[in-house]
C-alpha cells in the first residue's frame, strides 16, 4: 500500500465523517493505493463506529495526547507514505496531490505551510497568526537552520521508515515540533508546499492551548539544542563578567558621568561564575546526547572533553584563586591584620574567589562527565 491518510482523533463526531469522505473522494479520483486510519484517543462521542461506518480503519491509542494518537497511528499505518491531518475540518484532504508528489519525489518530510497556501478569517487566533507560529517558526529555523516557514502544520506528508527511525516519543503537542526539529538534525530531505487552513466544524473548543502548548512547544527547542540554551548565553555571560572583572582590577573607570568600580566589580564575577557553570550544563548535555542519542553529537566536538582534561583546569583555577587569597591575607597581615581599604583590597579578593568558585565547579564538572561515560547495562 502506497498511502496511509492518518488522522489522530478525540470526540470529532461533529466532523470526522467530512473529513474522512473527503479522504475517501482523494483516494479514488487520484487512483492512489491507500487507506484511511484514525487513531482514536478514547472519544466517547461515537467516533469510532463513525469512522468504521464510513469504511476507515480504527486504532485504538490509550495514552491521551496529540503525539501519542499520532505515533500509535504510525506505527498501525499500511502504507510506504503517511499524510497526517487533523480531523476537525480544517485542512482539505480533497488535494493531497502536492504532498504525495514530493514523496515520490525521495523527500522524506513534506511540511504545509498555511502562511503561503492561505489562512481563512477565522481559521487561526491572531494571537497564534501574528505572534505563536511565526515567533516559535522563526526560533526553530534559528536553532535548526532549514528553510521551514511553517512549524506546526498539522497537515504534512512523511515517509514512513524515515519518520519511524527518529524515535519520535513527546506525547503532546509538542510533537509538532519534534518531528520538525528530529528529521532536521538527521539530515532528512524535507520539502515544503503550500496548504490551506479554514475554519474547523466542531462546536467545542479546540484541544490546542495557546501558552501551555507554546510554552512545550518552546522548550522543546531549548532542550534540544543545548548550544543555544547553555553554550552561547554562558560564553556571552562569561566573556562580558571577565571583562568587567579584569578591567576593574586596576582602577575604578569612568564613562561620562558614570564611574564603575567594585561593586560593578562584584556583578562581573557574578556573570563570569554563572557563565562558566552555564557552559558545563551544555557539556553535560552533549555528553548525556552522545551516550543516550537523544541528538545527533559531533564527535569531534567532545572527543577532547576528557574528565581529567576538566578537572586538571578546574584544580589550575583553584590553585589561583589560593595563590591570590594568600597574597591578600599577606598584604592584609603586613596591616596588623586591622582595617583595609576595600577600594584596593577587593581588587585582588574579587577575582580570587572567582577563580576559586569556578575552578571547583570545574573540578566537580569534571568528575560528572565521567560519571555520564561510564558503560552500564
Not at 499500511?78 to 523527500?107: N, Q, T
Not at 514512513?160 to 513527546?170: A, D, F, N, P, V
Not at 560528572?368 to 561510564?374: A, D, P, S, T, V
Request: net charge neutral; glycine share 12%; charged share 20%.
Amino acid at each position: 500500500m502506497e498511502l496511509t491518510i492518518l488522522m489522530p482523533c478525540l470526540n470529532e463526531a461533529e466532523t470526522l465523517e467530512t473529513c474522512i469522505n473527503k479522504a475517501r473522494t482523494y483516494l479514488e479520483t487520484s487512483g492512489v493505493d491507500g487507506e484511511i486510519l484514525i487513531a482514536d484517543n478514547g472519544s466517547t462521542d461515537g467516533s469510532q463506529d463513525i469512522a468504521r461506518r464510513c469504511g476507515a480503519r480504527v486504532v485504538d491509542v490509550p495514552m491521551r495526547g496529540y503525539g501519542a494518537a499520532l505515533i500509535g497511528g504510525c506505527n498501525a499505518a499500511y502504507g510506504d507514505y503517511v499524510i497526517m491531518g487533523d480531523a476537525d475540518d480544517s485542512y482539505d484532504f480533497l488535494h493531497l496531490d502536492p504532498f504525495v508528489e514530493k514523496l515520490r519525489e525521495g523527500y522524506d518530510l513534506v511540511m504545509g505551510n498555511r502562511f503561503k497556501g492561505g489562512i481563512e478569517p477565522g481559521a487561526m487566533p491572531p494571537l497564534h497568526k501574528y505572534i505563536g507560529n511565526p515567533v516559535l517558526s522563526f526560533i526553530g529555523r534559528l536553532f535548526y537552520p532549514s528553510s521551514i516557514g511553517d512549524f506546526h502544520c498539522g497537515l504534512r506528508g512523511y515517509r514512513r521508515e524515515s519518520i519511524l527511525k527518529l524515535g519520535l516519543c513527546t506525547t503532546g503537542m509538542e510533537y509538532a515540533s519534534e518531528m520538525v526539529v528530529k528529521a532536521t538534525l538527521y539530515k532528512l530531505k524535507i520539502a515544503e508546499v503550500p496548504t490551506t487552513l479554514k475554519k474547523d466544524g466542531r462546536s467545542h473548543p479546540p484541544h490546542l492551548r495557546s501558552f501551555r502548548d507554546g510554552w512545550r512547544h518552546l522548550k522543546f527547542l531549548l532542550m534540544h539544542s543545548p548550544n543555544w540554551l547553555f553554550m552561547y548565553p554562558g560564553i556571552a555571560l562569561l566573556v562580558l563578567g571577565l571583562l568587567m572583572t579584569i578591567g576593574l582590577m586596576f582602577g575604578p573607570i569612568s564613562i561620562g558621568s558614570v564611574t564603575l568600580d567594585i561593586h560593578t566589580m562584584l556583578y562581573g564575577s557574578a556573570f563570569a561564575i554563572i557563565g562558566a557553570s552555564t557552559i558545563q550544563f551544555s557539556l553535560f548535555t552533549k555528553t548525556y546526547a552522545k551516550k543516550s542519542g537523544f541528538i545527533p553529537v559531533d564527535d569531534k566536538e567532545i572527543s577532547k572533553l576528557t574528565e581529567d582534561r576538566v578537572i586538571l583546569t578546574g584544580g589550575i583555577l583553584l590553585g589561583l584563586g589560593i595563590v591570590a587569597t594568600i597574597l591578600a591575607l599577606v598584604l592584609w597581615s603586613k596591616n596588623s591584620f586591622g582595617a583595609l581599604d576595600p577600594q584596593h583590597i577587593m581588587r585582588l579578593t574579587i577575582p580570587a574567589l572567582t577563580c576559586m568558585a569556578i575552578g571547583v565547579q570545574m573540578m566537580f564538572g569534571g568528575f560528572f562527565i565521567g560519571i555520564l561515560n561510564i558503560k552500564h547495562k
